[in-house]
């Protein structure tokens, strides 16, 4: 699969939450730097729609100065927030995991829920995809989103869900939507989960993953990836 990096030694994608976010403000090009210099596989990152319609990487809804991010135009961004282009590029020699940001609740009740985000990530990555050989998927929590994703664009698409407990479907309906990886957080992480997973033909990324202990686990039960803030801690643990 293009968004599996399974070669040499490498069993395991070690994923940069927001870059290497221990050790660099999330979601700036000096955490995905960072997370290359940490020998992090792949990064993943947020991506939220400006006022104007720019695509923008910041995970919250709204700026520490308090204004949302779609009421802000491009051009009024705080400066240390990317846009996409900028971060796919500090993102260089590595697969980057785009996180689109459109939970109908998250906008609030005065902003109108759209797909507009879907469509211009898919149109963004497509221009890209040709110049730029960079491993890519795009995520998301929103289930519509992202099948507004796998419908208008080709690039792999993994399915965010938390609560399990209360969702014992989610591998199953991810598969019967076409999509290609399920990203649950950790601690619902069985192999179980994981043999369920590779039988639908899924791959399963799991966050938040900080511990080596809990690291190595994963691995020996076959997840495909670990989505952390420490790409270092990670690269210790899997023997890099």
Not at 155 to 167: A, K, Q, R, Y
């Amino acid at each position: 699969e293009s968004f599996r990096k399974v070669s040499g030694e490498v069993e395991v994608l070690i994923i940069g939450h927001r870059g290497a976010s221990s050790d660099h403000p999330e979601n700036t090009v000096a955490a995905f730097v960072g997370a290359r210099e940490q020998g992090a596989d792949w990064v993943e990152l947020d991506v939220r729609i400006t006022a104007d319609g720019s695509l923008i990487v910041h995970h919250d809804p709204w700026y520490r100065d308090g204004r949302t991010v779609w009421s802000v135009a491009r051009g009024e961004v705080p400066p240390d927030v990317p846009d996409l282009s900028t971060a796919l590029d500090a993102c260089a020699g590595m697969g980057v995991n785009v996180e689109i940001k459109n939970s109908p609740g998250d906008l609030g009740e005065d902003v109108p829920w759209s797909l507009d985000v879907a469509d211009r990530v898919v149109a963004l990555l497509a221009d890209r995809s040709t110049a730029v050989e960079q491993p890519l998927l795009v995520s998301c929590f929103d289930l519509a989103t992202l099948d507004r994703v796998r419908e208008v664009g080709e690039v792999p698409t993994g399915h965010l869900v938390f609560d399990l407990s209360s969702d014992p479907d989610a591998a199953q309906r991810a598969a019967d939507h076409g999509h290609d990886a399920l990203h649950p957080w950790d601690p619902f992480v069985t192999p179980d989960l994981v043999e369920a997973c590779h039988g639908l033909g899924l791959a399963l990324n799991t966050w938040t993953v900080d511990d080596p202990v809990r690291m190595v686990e994963l691995a020996a039960w076959g997840v495909d990836g670990v989505v952390t803030n420490v790409p270092a801690v990670a690269g210790q643990a899997l023997g890099r």
